[in-house]
């Protein structure tokens, strides 16, 4: 079955600078890579996704890269900011009719004011 | 317009006993898929429901079962609890037109002592 590696674990940053978390995925089929916002005491928010026929997505401060040939992809927050201190989770599915979404063990990101 | 809601949100259960928790869809959604979430880990996929059928099931025991009612809402039920039990339960709803993009409740903890 599908396997989801993500890193860093935790990661701190300095308000208003950037953030990268990285995922590689182990099944070739997989086709729909979403990432989910994980605050303290809520369930996991999809904030942005992609499919594997695009190779990049922006929206706003967000912006996600996938690399089909090297099996990896990565989050990208830029001006970060204190309310983007949660955990966050990428995961893989292949989207033909199976939504089983495969998810990474997290990375907690924590913004320094 | 109400998101997926679950109840109990917290639950102490002893070693053998059994339990069930209750999920509502977000309005508009068909499907609901339920998740366990393990303390410092990334959700993991236990099944999914549609037009009242287990679709798909991930990698646990039958002691693992559910039920869909017609109007959508689902229940997670749980035979002969384990102390591995103890993790947040996660259900997610979605709908045909767009099953990949889930939206997930705020889950119920369930401690088992």
């Known amino acids: 079955g599908e396997n989801v590696e993500q890193h860093p674990s935790t990661l701190s940053v300095q308000e208003g600078d950037s953030a990268v978390i990285k995922c590689t995925y182990s099944?070739?089929?997989?086709?729909?890579f979403p990432w989910y916002k994980q605050e303290l005491g809520k369930g996991p928010q999809l904030i942005i996704d992609?499919?594997?026929?695009?190779g990049e997505k922006k929206d706003q401060r967000i912006a996600v890269t996938l690399n089909k040939t090297a099996k990896h992809f990565s989050l990208h927050i830029t001006e970060t900011q204190p309310e983007d201190s949660a955990v966050y989770f990428c995961a893989a599915s292949i989207n033909f009719g199976n939504e089983k979404l495969t998810f990474g063990t997290g990375t907690r990101l924590t913004i320094i004011p | 317009d109400a998101g997926v809601t679950q109840s109990p949100t917290h639950l102490i259960k002893t070693r053998g006993q059994q339990v069930t928790l209750r999920c509502s869809p977000k309005s508009g959604h068909d499907t609901v898929s339920w998740y366990q979430q393990a303390l410092g880990q990334g959700p993991q996929f236990i099944f999914q429901?549609?037009?009242?059928?287990?679709?798909q099931r991930g990698n646990f025991p039958d002691r693992f079962s559910g039920h869909q009612f017609p109007n959508y809402s689902s229940e997670l039920n749980v035979n002969a609890l384990l102390l591995g039990d103890s993790a947040l339960y996660l259900c997610a709803s979605s709908w045909q037109g767009a099953v990949e993009k889930l939206f997930f409740g705020s889950g119920t903890q369930l401690s088992v002592l």
């Open positions: 992609i499919r594997s026929n695009v």
């Open positions: 099944d070739s089929a997989s086709n729909y």
């Open positions: 429901y549609y037009e009242e059928e287990e679709r």
